[in-house]
């Protein structure tokens, strides 16, 4: 069973920074790619910023210029850097990814458990 796990949530004033980290749980072959979702209370779950095994990124419009996302595929780890934040940045944060490769088989869709940022005004 493959699990993305993420860390570095917490509380924070605006104008403050995060970094959040979300690293596979075994040892796997390859992660294509690796992207950061939140959702916020009654909200509908969005997509923060994303990034393909070739280091290609795509961000919200919200957090462009502020939120920077990267990986390390020798760690099996994608990052998400975030500075500036407001207090609308508040939500549950999580890690995917859409197919990683283990021994003889490929799995998909795989989320983490999530791991709550809260900005304080």
């Known amino acids: 069973q493959v699990q993305l796990v993420e860390s570095g949530g917490g509380l924070v004033q605006a104008g403050g920074s995060l970094r959040l980290s979300c690293a596979a749980s075994r040892i796997i072959f390859s992660i294509n790619t690796m992207g950061w979702y939140r959702q916020a209370p009654e909200k509908q779950r969005e997509l923060v910023a994303k990034i393909t095994s070739g280091g290609s990124t795509n961000y919200a419009d919200s957090v462009k210029g502020r939120f920077t996302i990267s990986r390390d595929n020798a760690k099996n780890t994608v990052y998400l850097q975030m500075n500036s934040l407001k207090p609308e940045d508040t939500a549950v944060y999580y890690c995917?990814?859409?197919?990683?490769?283990?021994?003889?088989?490929?799995?998909?869709?795989?989320w983490g458990q999530g791991t709550q940022v809260t900005v304080s005004s």
């Open positions: 995917y990814t859409d197919r990683v490769r283990v021994v003889g088989q490929y799995k998909y869709d795989i």
